[in-house]
């Protein structure tokens, strides 16, 4: 009984630990909640070494699943998950997702931005436009394939070759194996807004990446005025690197 007794103790106190520790986070941030938006060839499972870091940290997670469609569509399924999350919010994207979170960013709720290896348009710009292909190039992006119906994937050897060339090979096939499909309408389509203007903005640099080249990131960070970090990684830093994403995702928050 005694020993039952002292077991119960010690989980009310660990317990009380968590409780107190979690509530002394909650108290640093101005934001609340953090909404995960992945780029093409991705979907929300890019996110599940970040979500429990930042969970553990005391901030409420919401990873989207957007159909990569169109930029409209994509920012209509952000805008929801940003009505559903409480807020203040941090917006986060990776790769194409820093198109939509460009477009959802610019309202009340929304706390601060984090691009993440992505795109940073500025209003009127599309992918195409901001890509800047013809000054950037990219291997990975050479590397695409376009279906019959219009829609851009990567092959599994370009996928390991250039989008997870620091995963394991394991790591690498799954993500190749549950892409999502990029519509390539979206090429053309332009944010009407650019949120980074009028919201803190932070981005994560991936130093070794052949899909949104390096160089082309650094120009993002300093045009949007951005608290910047790299970090040498490929394409999905978040996969290889989650706790230095995660990391610059607290910062945002408070």
């Given at each position: 009984m005694k020993l039952l007794k002292k077991i119960a103790l010690g989980s009310v106190i660990v317990g009380a630990a968590v409780f107190s520790?979690?509530?002394?986070?909650?108290a640093d941030y101005k934001a609340k909640s953090v909404v995960l938006v992945h780029g093409a060839f991705a979907d929300g499972s890019s996110w599940n070494k970040v979500t429990p870091i930042l969970e553990a940290a005391g901030l409420d997670v919401i990873a989207v699943q957007n159909p990569l469609e169109s930029l409209e569509g994509d920012v209509a399924f952000t805008n929801r998950a940003i009505k559903r999350a409480e807020g203040p919010v941090v917006l986060v994207g990776h790769s194409w997702g820093g198109m939509v979170i460009t477009e959802a960013g610019d309202q009340d709720k929304v706390h601060s931005l984090v691009?993440?290896?992505?795109y940073a348009p500025d209003a009127g710009q599309s992918l195409g436009d901001a890509a800047k292909l013809d000054v950037h190039p990219a291997a990975g992006i050479a590397a695409l394939k376009k279906d019959d119906?219009?829609?851009?994937?990567?092959?599994d050897e370009a996928a390991a070759k250039y989008f997870a060339q620091d995963l394991s090979?394991?790591?690498?096939a799954s993500i190749a194996a549950t892409q999502g499909l990029l519509n390539s309408k979206t090429l053309g389509q332009k944010v009407s807004k650019a949120a980074w203007k009028t919201k803190p903005s932070f981005f994560a640099i991936a130093g070794d990446d052949y899909m949104t080249p390096t160089k082309l990131q650094r120009e993002f960070a300093e045009k949007i005025g951005a608290t910047s970090q790299e970090k040498v990684s490929s394409h999905v830093?978040?996969?290889?690197?989650?706790q230095f994403v995660a990391d610059l995702i607290i910062k945002a928050a408070k």
């Amino acid at each position: 009984m005694k020993l039952l007794k002292k077991i119960a103790l010690g989980s009310v106190i660990v317990g009380a630990a968590v409780f107190s520790a979690t509530t002394s986070f909650a108290a640093d941030y101005k934001a609340k909640s953090v909404v995960l938006v992945h780029g093409a060839f991705a979907d929300g499972s890019s996110w599940n070494k970040v979500t429990p870091i930042l969970e553990a940290a005391g901030l409420d997670v919401i990873a989207v699943q957007n159909p990569l469609e169109s930029l409209e569509g994509d920012v209509a399924f952000t805008n929801r998950a940003i009505k559903r999350a409480e807020g203040p919010v941090v917006l986060v994207g990776h790769s194409w997702g820093g198109m939509v979170i460009t477009e959802a960013g610019d309202q009340d709720k929304v706390h601060s931005l984090v691009y993440v290896a992505a795109y940073a348009p500025d209003a009127g710009q599309s992918l195409g436009d901001a890509a800047k292909l013809d000054v950037h190039p990219a291997a990975g992006i050479a590397a695409l394939k376009k279906d019959d119906d219009g829609y851009f994937y990567l092959p599994d050897e370009a996928a390991a070759k250039y989008f997870a060339q620091d995963l394991s090979s394991e790591e690498a096939a799954s993500i190749a194996a549950t892409q999502g499909l990029l519509n390539s309408k979206t090429l053309g389509q332009k944010v009407s807004k650019a949120a980074w203007k009028t919201k803190p903005s932070f981005f994560a640099i991936a130093g070794d990446d052949y899909m949104t080249p390096t160089k082309l990131q650094r120009e993002f960070a300093e045009k949007i005025g951005a608290t910047s970090q790299e970090k040498v990684s490929s394409h999905v830093i978040m996969v290889s690197n989650p706790q230095f994403v995660a990391d610059l995702i607290i910062k945002a928050a408070k």
